[in-house]
């Protein structure tokens, strides 16, 4: 008897089917529709998660992109607060309650409200969309949670425009005023999604073992865990080497500009540097920085002290006790002879904005001077 072999478009063997026109159908029922139910359920499930990822339009290297997901496919969505007894975050966070109400009754959605000091990585398993409560601060400090198929929303709770003490936000398009019709704008699609590039290390100890950091989305830092010592390692990217010592190197993202990275230079410097971006980069490239190196080392071997390139920067340490801190969270510690490699291919962000892209909002930023 004849076969058929079926093979995917991707080259996957199925199996065999025999020609024969009675034992056909009852092969195809029995192999090919439980295959295909089984991977239409599975698309359907993660179909918003996969058009986040890959939906595409002619803005895409503005880093401007609209979702076309389908508001019933947004039904988990997890809601984490900065509770730190400030009567204005309480206040924000009744506020934000009372329109999540107001929205589960429109839209069916379940939420989860946990606090950040709470908020376990198991917390954000499964979830369709994460709403963030507070400043830049609570963002990036939960954002190593954050997959990269799980879109995110950033609401400020203590906006700056409000009161000169609050956070500038640079994330958190949202705010409390505002939030009613963005979360109604993220379940109906129509939200501008950001994918957020971050930074990782990769840490190889002098007995093999390999860990990896969380993702940081602003910035990155090496150095000695003494402070007050100096951090001494050696430096190779590309295909330049030297040795180093400084008060710890500082790795940044495009994006990240705004925070550390912009009170450690001077803006001469930075408005030099960012003078050789080219626009197609601001993906795939990082700013790095080695605080207070002499001045000599400055020039003998400037692309040691600032630099902004895609290619891995690795470290050797030559300190007896060492750490990495992404976004100033948590420490990651290495011993003398650990290698250290430090790179832009942790996963993405997906942030959703409601006005103007992330990238928008930071040129916006560095043409008022203000980064």
Not at 292 to 307: M, T, V
Not at 316 to 328: A, E, F, K, L, Q
């Amino acid at each position: 008897m004849q076969h058929y072999d079926l093979i995917t478009k991707t080259g996957r063997y199925l199996g065999r089917l025999p020609i024969d026109q009675n034992l056909l159908f009852t092969s195809f029922c029995c192999q090919i529709i439980p295959w295909v139910w089984l991977h239409v359920s599975c698309w359907k499930t993660n179909l918003f998660k996969s058009r986040i990822c890959n939906s595409v339009d002619s803005g895409l290297e503005e880093g401007r992109s609209v979702a076309i997901y389908e508001a019933a496919l947004l039904t988990n969505v997890l809601v984490v607060f900065k509770k730190n007894f400030e009567q204005v975050h309480d206040d924000s966070l009744r506020k934000i309650t009372e329109i999540l109400h107001d929205v589960n009754e429109r839209f069916d959605v379940k939420f989860d409200l946990t606090a950040r000091e709470k908020v376990r990585r198991a917390d954000f398993i499964g979830r369709d969309l994460v709403v963030v409560l507070g400043g830049d601060g609570t963002l990036t400090s939960i954002s190593h949670n954050i997959d990269a198929d799980t879109p995110v929303i950033g609401v400020n709770s203590h906006p700056i425009d409000d009161d000169p003490s609050g956070s500038f936000g640079f994330y958190m398009d949202s705010n409390v005023q505002t939030f009613a019709e963005d979360i109604v704008t993220a379940l109906k699609g129509e939200a501008i999604i950001n994918e957020v590039p971050r930074l990782q290390a990769i840490i190889d100890t002098t007995s093999g073992n390999r860990f990896t950091t969380d993702p940081a989305m602003n910035d990155l830092l090496i150095a000695n865990t003494h402070q007050y010592a100096p951090s001494k390692y050696h430096l190779r990217r590309g295909g330049k080497k030297c040795r180093q010592q400084s008060s710890g190197i500082v790795f940044s993202t495009w994006l990240g500009q705004g925070a550390w990275l912009n009170h450690i230079l001077e803006k001469g410097t930075m408005n030099e540097m960012r003078k050789r971006v080219k626009k197609s980069e601001t993906s795939n490239h990082y700013f790095v920085v080695a605080r207070e190196i002499p001045h000599q080392q400055r020039l003998d071997d400037e692309w040691s002290w600032f630099d902004w390139t895609s290619e891995n920067t690795v470290i050797t340490s030559d300190m007896h006790r060492g750490y990495v801190v992404p976004d100033g969270w948590d420490e990651v510690h290495f011993n003398r002879g650990a290698s250290i490699t430090v790179n832009l291919e942790a996963p993405k962000l997906c942030l959703l904005t409601f006005r103007k892209s992330i990238d928008e909002k930071l040129s916006a930023l560095i043409k008022d001077d203000l980064v």
